[in-house]
Each structure stands twice: as structure tokens, then as C-alpha cells.
């Protein structure tokens, strides 16, 4: 099954197309946050370097964070536009799962992956690595990095620390032992493990309808706004 | 607190203006008041202030949700919140991510998702009962993001000080 995968969920735009082969064609786009304006050229270009078009597609897998909110949006809009279009399921991936997928083949006990969440807190989620597939142990959270290093200290395990967070709050976890920093080299999700990662997941048929797919933000609890409150509305 | 008195249009724009001098990457704003109190008169002050070209028509978001001005050296979101009905509605817009990441955002009827917004500058625009055209202007802080220019929004201010 061909599959496009879409990653605007960090500074990046990345857009990749593969099927059971492998990547077929792939292009990255330090965009400077013009998510908007690079996607859709980049989809075309894929598409004409791997010689297919996109009624070909079987899914379409995108990055729904947790995030850069601003590129979210648009490559999850993309991705519910595609699946309209065409009729094909989508197949929503979670940024830490795409980054700690590269270490699925780690020694150690478990993989922490996280980015930054700007404002002093950090997205992460710890993940247990075995026969070259993950499984989360924890659900993402954003929270300041001490909580995240007190956390992964508690645990007491061997652990390979991946992504921007690790890097931007380093000095966080420079306490902790057992450990081994990845950060430096996987840093952000990759188009390629977010691709080769929905692949496994499209197999199963992990897959969802396009009005299901909803961007993880993680900030604010959602609530109604009380309007009623305001006068003069 | 900053208390302040327009007494016309071109007054509330002026002093809007004012306000925008002192703005810095990162800030957002939020602006209440009823409907005519002159939140989008305001918001011309604003950006005309910070430096968007006189060429751009600037007009409330209300059914846009978010415009953009783009001065070459800043770029100002005008965000209006009035047709959202959840919390993750205005999360949805990123609002506090566009001022993280260096931009000016300002917000029509932010005063009802303050805890999404972060630190922020309040203005609030009231219609005067005995005057049609007089606004009591109120501006104050939540968080600290002010505090270094607090003093010189006051002198800033003092003209129109009530």
C-alpha cells in the first residue's frame, strides 16, 4: 500500500511516500515556520520523483503532535483534505512515538523522548523497546524538564534520552545516571521513521477516518468558554 | 493600574498607538469592551503604531478569526474570539505560540481564555454613560512581561490620565 506521510509538527516540513519497500521519495524543508506555503509544493514533488500520483495513495499518515500548533494545523488539514479527496484512511502519529521509533533497537531498559514545549516545559513520553517495536509506558505530558528528569530518576532504569528537549533543558538531566544522551543526533522526528513507523501501523489497519484525526495540544484542558459571564457580548 | 480618558475616536487610536511603542516581540495583548466600545478603533492605533503600512485596511477578525500584518520587521496578529465557544478553539489558533515564537498578538475578548494566553497586557475600553464618544480606558498587567515598562506606559499614558 503506498502511503504519504506528512510531519509540520516541529520547525520542519517533511513529506515522504513509501509502501512495503520502503521510502520511495522523500523531502525535508527547514521551512522557518512557512509550513503553508512549503507543503503542498513538497507533495507534488514527491509524488513526481517517485512517479506515482496521489489517486494511487492507500493512507495518508500525518504528525499530530504534541507540537509547533501553527504547523499542526496545516499538515493535519492536509492530510484530512487528502483522505476526503480520495477516500482513504489516515493514519495519525504522535511526534514522540516517531522519534523514540528510532531507537527501537536500543540495549536499554527504556527510550524517553521529548521536545521542547517552549516556556520552560518540554512534550515527552517514555517508551519500552522490545523486538524493534515500542510501547509506550507513559502517555505524553508537557511539563517543566525537573518533573520529566524526577520521573525517569524514580524509574531507576537504563535509559536513551532522544529529541530537542533533552537538548534545549540538558542541564535538567546531567544528574541523572544510567543514562545514555541521544538527543544530539535524534533531535527531531524524522520523515522517514514517521513513515516506516505508519507503515507497521497501516498493516494493522491502525488507521482512522479523516474527521477523527484531531491535532494532541496537550496545554489546556478543553472547557466551554462562559460566555455568560460577559456582559455586553 | 493605568486609568485614561479618550474623548473621541482619533483619541482612543492615538493612544493606542501610544501603547504600541512600548509593544515587544513576544507580547500579547488583550482587549476588552462591548461591541462599539471601540476595540477596532483601537487596533488601527495599534497597528499603525508599531509600523503597519497606512495601506492596510485593518477590520476586526471577527468572522476571519485571526489577521495578519506583516510590518518587514514585526509581524501583529489581530485575534478575535468572539464566535469561539471552547477553550480548544482558541488553542486551536496558537495564539500564545505566534507571541513564543516573536510575534505580537493581540486579542479582541481574550478576557475570557486568559489561563491559554499566558502573560499579557489588558486594555479595556468602556463607553462613558454621559458621552457618547468618551471611553474609560483601563490598562494592567497579568504576569510580569510589563514590568520594566511599566513606568514609561505611564508617562506614555499621562496625557489622556484621568
Known amino acids: 500500500m503506498l502511503i504519504l506521510g506528512i510531519e509540520t509538527a516541529v520547525e520542519h516540513v517533511g513529506v515522504a511516500l513509501g509502501d512495503h519497500r520502503g521510502t520511495l521519495a522523500s523531502a525535508t524543508v527547514n521551512s522557518d515556520r512557512r509550513h503553508a506555503e512549503s507543503l503542498a509544493p513538497m507533495i507534488e514533488f514527491v509524488c513526481a520523483q517517485a512517479g506515482v500520483t496521489l489517486r494511487q495513495l492507500g493512507a495518508v499518515a500525518v504528525d499530530i503532535g504534541p507540537g509547533l500548533f501553527t504547523g499542526l494545523r496545516v499538515g493535519v488539514a492536509a492530510a484530512q483534505s487528502l483522505a476526503w479527496a480520495f477516500d482513504i ?3 495519525p ?4 512515538d516517531v522519534l523514540a521509533h528510532r ?5 536499554d531498559d ?3 523522548a521529548a521536545l521542547d514545549a517552549r516556556r520552560g516545559e518540554m512534550y515527552w513520553a517514555v517508551y519500552k523497546p522490545s523486538d524493534g517495536r515500542m510501547t509506550r509506558l507513559t502517555e505524553p505530558v508537557v511539563t517543566p524538564p525537573d518533573d520529566c528528569a524526577i520521573h525517569l530518576a524514580e524509574r531507576d532504569q537504563y535509559v536513551t534520552c532522544v529529541g530537542s528537549g533533552f537538548v534545549r533543558h540538558q542541564e535538567s538531566f546531567e544528574a541523572l545516571t544510567r543514562s545514555t544522551m541521544r538527543a544530539d543526533e535524534v533531535t527531531w522526528p524524522s520523515i522517514d521513521d514517521l513513515l516506516s513507523l505508519a507503515g507497521q501501523r497501516a498493516s494493522r489497519e491502525e488507521w482512522v477516518e479523516a474527521h477523527m484525526v484531531e491535532p494532541m495540544y496537550l496545554r489546556v484542558p478543553d472547557a466551554e468558554i462562559n460566555w455568560a459571564t460577559r456582559e455586553g457580548r | ?3 485614561a480618558r479618550t474623548t473621541n475616536v482619533h483619541q482612543t487610536e492615538e493612544l493606542a498607538g501610544a501603547i504600541a511603542s512600548l509593544a515587544r516581540p513576544r507580547d500579547i495583548v488583550v482587549l476588552s469592551g462591548e461591541m462599539g466600545a471601540g476595540k477596532t478603533a483601537f487596533m488601527r492605533g495599534f497597528a ?3 509600523g503597519v503600512s497606512p495601506d492596510e485596511t485593518v477590520s476586526s477578525p471577527t468572522f476571519t478569526l485571526v489577521h495578519t500584518y506583516d510590518t518587514g520587521k514585526i509581524v501583529v496578529h489581530h485575534a478575535d474570539l ?7 478553539d482558541v488553542e486551536d489558533l496558537g495564539l500564545r505560540e505566534l507571541a513564543d515564537l516573536g510575534d505580537v498578538v493581540v486579542v479582541e475578548w481574550g478576557d475570557v481564555a486568559s489561563d491559554v494566553l499566558g502573560d499579557h497586557l489588558v486594555v479595556s475600553l468602556e463607553a462613558d454613560d454621559d458621552d457618547e464618544d468618551t471611553r474609560q480606558v483601563t490598562v494592567s498587567v497579568a504576569g510580569h512581561t510589563w514590568d520594566s515598562r511599566w513606568e514609561q506606559l505611564k508617562r506614555a499614558l499621562a496625557k489622556w490620565g484621568d
Not at chain 1, 93 to 96: D, E, K, P, W
Not at chain 1, 103 to 107: A, G, K, L, N
Not at chain 2, 83 to 88: E, K, N, T
Open chain 1, 89 to 91: 484512511p489516515v493514519v
Open chain 2, 48 to 50: 499603525a503604531g508599531i
Open chain 1, 103 to 107: 531507537m527501537s533497537r536500543t540495549e
Open chain 2, 82 to 88: 468572539y464566535r469561539l465557544g471552547r477553550l480548544s
Open chain 1, 93 to 96: 502519529m504522535c511526534s514522540l
Open chain 1, 110 to 112: 527504556v527510550v524517553a
Open chain 2, 1 to 3: 493600574m493605568i486609568n
